[in-house]
């Protein structure tokens, strides 16, 4: 398996099935946090569906249609960053990340996520990445801004989340505007 150190004590290393129960470790200690914006906390209750969770992005990196990799701080895993869509025909992806509350605040999303657009644009030649929020998620955006995207525009009311319709943000970036001013 190989690591890509993202400093500081954290590497970025794929996420698999294997791992469902340091996974589900991981995801009770965040359920919370995670769960204030995204439905990952829900769907991964227990084992088993931490399990087919972890396999299902497992079958999408088969497919090519998706990728998954999880971000380890001093050897716990503590979040990680995905792509929840991969259209290599097309040349489009939606890149997206979590994190439990004590990695937060640290720039290790901002870093994941980095990495894995870099590799999106440079090696599998993508055009376009995209970052979907909750416009409450401000955390989120400001990744996305980091990252130098620029905001879409916002899909009103058009996630329904735990009884509450959201809205979401697209922020985007395109291969020529990649990599970002520093």
């Known amino acids: 398996m190989f690591a890509i150190p993202l ?3 954290a590497e970025l290393r794929p996420l698999e099935p294997w791992q469902a129960e340091e996974f589900l470790a991981h995801m009770d200690r965040g359920r919370e946090f995670v769960g204030r914006h995204i439905g990952l906390a829900d769907v991964t209750s227990d084992l ?3 399990r087919a969770w ?5 079958d999408k990196a088969a497919a ?4 998954l990799y999880g971000i ?3 050897g716990t895993l503590v979040g ?3 792509f929840r869509v991969f259209d290599a025909v097309h040349g489009t992806c939606e890149a997206g990340c ?3 509350p004590s990695a937060a605040g640290r720039g290790l999303v901002t870093r994941a996520a980095r990495t894995i657009i870099d590799w999106a644009f440079r090696e599998r030649g993508m055009h376009r990445v995209e970052w979907h929020a909750s416009s409450e998620n401000t955390a989120s955006i400001r990744v996305a801004q980091r990252l130098g995207m620029r905001r879409d525009g916002v899909l009103r009311a058009s996630h329904p989340y735990r009884g509450t319709r959201q809205d979401i943000e697209v922020w985007s970036v395109l291969a020529p ?4 001013p520093a």
């Open 80 to 82: 990680g960053v995905l």
């Open 72 to 74: 380890w701080l001093d």
């Open 54 to 58: 972890l396999q299902s992005y497992a």
């Open 177 to 180: 505007e990649w990599p970002p």
């Open 64 to 67: 090519d249609a998706g990728r």
């Open 48 to 50: 088993d569906s931490a």
């Open 7 to 9: 400093g500081d004590g």
């Open 98 to 100: 979590w994190l439990e």
